[in-house]
């Protein structure tokens, strides 16, 4: 969820627990614009629930929903696939994986 971490010196930070996540620790990124991922948004606070995560985790999830939900119903032209856009990497900035 974007507001359980943050970036801070160029590192990905756990906002709650300040908490760097190391350089070798895999991160994934879901984007609102991407078709798929609301329904694994969805399953993921399934199975939060049934692992029986923090209310506060389970409010994150919830509002992470909720915006995914707002930005596809205001913007279906800006929905997509993912990866059919191939080849538009920007050469004058780089990306941080979060």
Known sequence: MD???EIRDNK???RSSGEVI?????TFILRARDILALGVLNYYQVRSDR?????Y???L????IKRFTDFRNNHPERMKQPGST???KSQ???QTTV
Do not use: I
């Not at 190391?22 to 895999?26: A, F, G, I, Q």
């Not at 999830?61 to 992470?64: G, R």
């Open 3 to 5: 507001n359980k971490f």
């Open 12 to 14: 990905l930070v756990n």
């Open 22 to 26: 190391p350089d070798d620790e895999p």
């Open 51 to 55: 692992d029986g995560c923090t209310q």
């Open 57 to 59: 985790h389970m409010q």
């Open 61 to 64: 999830v919830a509002d992470v």
């Open 86 to 88: 191939r080849g538009q």
């Open 92 to 94: 004058t900035t780089t």
